[in-house]
């Protein structure tokens, strides 16, 4: 009796395996499937996400060079938030640590919507993903998108429906990336606010803030950041007891780093779709024209601190990013030119050497030129990285972008407009084959 129940299964299983069949994996299958995983070095479970069977923390195994594995390697931290095998997989392509996505409260929109799995990588060289010793030549765009094929490549051997990827902000540039590097990785890619820029002061953002927005706001935010100027000796004080008490340490003088947060506010403004009427009037307190000051445009965003450290050694050697325009605040500021601040004010002495490598995103941008892949593209009307975005890609049959009117770095398909995020769920649903369950 047992014999002939063992062929059946046998014989069943076989069957499944023929026909592409996910066989369902019991809580302890799953974690024994991810440990035999080819390059695994430590698997630990995690209180779920809601919506979950079960979650891991992953640890795996990656060389500093994918070219020559010789040269040594680190552990790269992947979360694995598991529903079903016949259910497809979202790859979060972050750009940054992945420490949020321990949180039980983590959720991503296109999982939720599709019912998904997730596969959560950390960027290289980012928290725990960080090699020892931390040798930057291997700090490129070509191991980081070998990284992410590679954790594809494992994972598809338990998770074999389709897969998308999605990331933001940086994670929707990594997004972009990664198709354009592994075409056939994934079937869908849905980037959110990913820009594509081609310079480390790439010279689109400036002209699109003296544009964004209407008159009036514009005009509200300049005379703000005038008064915040003109106020500068009254306030730095106050300024610099703030950065002392914060513990916040600077490449350049208190008095420049002022300069550059009002430099700055504009940016972080739109970015956030902040209100105008949020913004005291050039009658208002001190105290006032501070607080608005430091809680748009925080100082410890030019502070060289080892966390943002990754992100700015990328974006000085291929990714990019953006300049200011000081004409307008010329005469009432302390520094002279923002040529190269990014080198000079964010990055340690170590790596101010840097230079510039256009070649990703030109590659990039031919990639997406000449190729049609099935993916969807979500950008803010207001937020100043659509400057850098990839708005251009026109008459496309299966690559759409949207953008979300009066939309900021928060847009998403869940709060487009309704003929949008219809529009958006019926392109998906296509692709996927099936309706979103939410």
């Not at 795996?60 to 931290?77: N, T």
């Not at 026109?394 to 949207?402: C, G, H, L, P, T």
Request: aromatic share 12%.
């Amino acid at each position: 009796m047992k014999r002939v129940l063992f062929r059946k299964f046998f014989l069943f299983l076989l069957f499944a395996l023929l026909i592409g069949c996910p066989v369902q994996l019991r809580a302890d299958e799953v974690r024994s499937r991810i440990e035999q995983l080819k390059g695994i070095s430590s698997i630990e479970a995690l209180e779920n996400s809601k919506g979950f069977a079960e979650k891991y923390v992953v640890r795996l195994r990656q060389p500093l060079d994918h070219q020559h594995p010789e040269k040594g390697a680190f552990d790269q931290r992947v979360i694995v938030l598991h529903r079903s095998t016949d259910r497809p997989t979202v790859i979060v392509t972050e750009g940054y640590t992945a420490s949020y996505a321990l949180s039980p409260r983590y959720t991503e929109e296109l999982s939720e919507m599709w019912n998904t799995n997730i596969i959560f990588v950390e960027h290289r060289f980012f928290d725990e993903s960080t090699p020892t010793p931390c040798d930057w030549q291997y700090m490129t765009d070509r191991q980081a998108m070998a990284d992410l094929h590679q954790v594809v490549t494992l994972f598809k051997s338990i998770y074999s429906k389709k897969w998308i990827s999605t990331g933001v902000s940086k994670g929707g540039q990594t997004c972009m990336e990664f198709r354009s590097f592994y075409p056939e990785d994934v079937d869908v890619s849905v980037p959110y606010v990913g820009p594509l820029c081609f310079g480390v002061e790439d010279g689109r953002h400036e002209p699109f803030l003296r544009r964004v927005g209407t008159d009036k706001e514009r005009q509200r935010i300049q005379e703000f950041q005038m008064e915040a100027l003109k106020r500068k000796q009254k306030l730095l004080p106050e300024f610099e007891a703030f950065c002392l008490k914060n513990h916040l340490r600077f490449n350049i003088p208190m008095r420049d780093i002022y300069d550059y947060c009002v430099l700055e506010y504009s940016f972080a403004f739109w970015q956030w779709g902040r209100s105008e009427t949020r913004i005291p009037p050039v009658t208002a307190s001190d105290a006032d024209i501070l607080g608005e000051l430091l809680a748009v445009s925080s100082p410890d965003y030019f502070m060289p601190a080892k966390s943002f450290t990754p992100f700015f050694y990328q974006a000085a050697y291929e990714l990019g990013y953006y300049g200011y325009d000081m004409k307008p605040f010329k005469k009432l500021m302390s520094i002279k030119s923002t040529r190269n601040y990014l080198r000079r004010v964010m990055l340690p002495d170590s790596l101010r050497h840097v230079k510039y490598h256009k070649k990703l995103s030109r590659s990039v941008k031919r990639y997406l030129t000449k190729n049609d892949p099935q993916m969807l593209i979500v950008y803010g009307e207001i937020d100043p990285w659509t400057a850098a975005g990839v708005t251009w890609l026109r008459n496309k049959k299966n690559m759409r972008v949207f953008v979300q009117p009066r939309g900021s770095h928060t847009a998403r398909i869940g709060n487009m407009p309704d003929d949008m995020r219809r529009e958006i769920v019926d392109i998906l649903t296509r692709w996927l084959g099936e309706a979103p369950v939410k």
